[in-house]
C-alpha cells in the first residue's frame, strides 16, 4: 500500500532553515507529481510546493516563493522541502502527498515551529 514518512520536524528561529524529507513506497514514485501541504492551527490545509515525476516542473505557495526548494531523487524515492529565511508564520504540521488514481495519500504529518 502507499506509504509516505516525514522526517521529523524540529523548533527552529526564525530566519533559520531546515530540510524536511518524505520517504514513500507502495506505488511508482518516478512517474508522479509530489507535493508537500501544511495546516497551522485553526486553518485549512494548504498547498506549499509540488514538482513534477521528472522535476522538469515545480510550483509553491506566494508565501513561500524564493525562501523554500521542493526536489526530488526518485532512485531512493524520496521528495525533500529545503526552508530557509523560516518566519513564524511558517509554523505548522508538514505533509508529504501524493494524489493517485485520484486519491489523495497523506504522511503523518511532522511538526515545524519557528519562534524563538
Known amino acids: 500500500q502507499v506509504q509516505l514518512v516525514e522526517s521529523v520536524g524540529d523548533l527552529v528561529q526564525p530566519g533559520g532553515s531546515l530540510r524536511l524529507s518524505c520517504t514513500a513506497s507502495g506505488f511508482a514514485f518516478s512517474l508522479y507529481t509530489m507535493s508537500w501541504y501544511r495546516q497551522a492551527p485553526g486553518k485549512e490545509r494548504e498547498l506549499v510546493a509540488g514538482i513534477t515525476s521528472d522535476s522538469g516542473s515545480t510550483n509553491y505557495a506566494d508565501s513561500v516563493k524564493g525562501r523554500f526548494t521542493i526536489s526530488r531523487y526518485n532512485a531512493k524515492k524520496m521528495v525533500y522541502l529545503q526552508m530557509n529565511s523560516l518566519k513564524p508564520e511558517d509554523t505548522a504540521v508538514y505533509y508529504c502527498?501524493?494524489?493517485?488514481?485520484?486519491?489523495?495519500?497523506w504522511g503523518q504529518g511532522t511538526q515545524v515551529t519557528v519562534s524563538s
Open positions: 502527498n501524493v494524489r493517485r488514481t485520484s486519491v489523495n495519500y
